[in-house]
C-alpha cells in the first residue's frame, strides 16, 4: 500500500473541519444549562465564528467570550471547571492561540482526565503544531472514551499517521472515518490516494 500524494496544504482546512468549523455549522464541546458564567462561556464556544461581546447582567460589562470562559473558571462550581477550560480552549483556537489552547485543553483533562472532547481537542491542536505522535496518544484516549467525535479523530490521526509514515494506519484510519460518516466527502478523498495491493 503507498500514496499517490501528499496533502500538507489542507491541514488547516482539515483541522477546522475536525472541529466542525464547516460552512453553516460550529461545533459544541461541552454543554452547561445551569446557569452562570459556565453556560456563557459553553455558548461562546459553541458559537464560536460569532465571536461577539456579551453583556454581563448586574454589572452591564461587556466581555469577550475569552473574558466569560475565564470568569467560569476562577467562579465556577469545581465540577464545571473542567469543561470551562476545554470551552476556552476551542476559543483559543480559533484564534490561532495554539498553545494556549493546548494548555487549556491539558488542564482540562487533568481535572477530568474522563472527559473525551477534552482529549480529541488536545489531539487538534497537536496536529495544527505538527505533533504527529503525541496527537496519535491524545486521540487514542479519546476515542477509548467514546468521544461524539469519532470519525474526525479517526480522520486527523490518519493525517498523524501518515505524517509518520505509518501508512497502513493512516489508511485505516481514513476508512474508519469514512464508514463513521458516509456523508462526509474528506476521508473519502484522502483514501482516493491510495493504492491498495491484494496478496
Known amino acids: 500500500m503507498n500514496t499517490t500524494g501528499r496533502h500538507h496544504f489542507l491541514l488547516l482546512a482539515v483541522v477546522a473541519s475536525a472541529w466542525g468549523i464547516a460552512p453553516g455549522r460550529t461545533h459544541a464541546d461541552v454543554k452547561f444549562f445551569d446557569g452562570g458564567y459556565a453556560e456563557l462561556c459553553s455558548n461562546a464556544a459553541h458559537n464560536v465564528e460569532e465571536q461577539l461581546h456579551t453583556e454581563i447582567t448586574g454589572s452591564r460589562l461587556a466581555v469577550t467570550p475569552l473574558e466569560l470562559c475565564t470568569l467560569a473558571i476562577k467562579n465556577g462550581e469545581a465540577a ?3 469543561g470551562s477550560y476545554n470551552n476556552r480552549g476551542v476559543l483559543y483556537f480559533h484564534e490561532g492561540l495554539l498553545p494556549e489552547a493546548l494548555t487549556d485543553f491539558e ?3 487533568r481535572r477530568d482526565a474522563t472527559l473525551a472532547i477534552a482529549h480529541i481537542n488536545r ?6 503544531l505538527g505533533r504527529w505522535a503525541e496527537s496519535i496518544t491524545a486521540f487514542d484516549s479519546g476515542i477509548a472514551l467514546g468521544s461524539t ?4 479523530a479517526h480522520y486527523n490521526r ?3 499517521h501518515e505524517e509518520l509514515g505509518q501508512v ?8 474508519k472515518a469514512a464508514e463513521l460518516a458516509p456523508e462526509w466527502e474528506a476521508p473519502k478523498r484522502e483514501l482516493e ?5 491484494r496478496q
Open 80 to 82: 464545571s471547571i473542567a
Open 107 to 109: 488542564e482540562a483533562i
Open 123 to 128: 489531539g487538534y491542536a497537536l496536529v495544527a
Open 149 to 152: 467525535e469519532s470519525a474526525k
Open 158 to 160: 490518519g493525517i498523524a
Open 168 to 175: 497502513r494506519e493512516a489508511y485505516n484510519d481514513y476508512s
Open 193 to 197: 490516494r491510495f493504492i491498495v495491493k
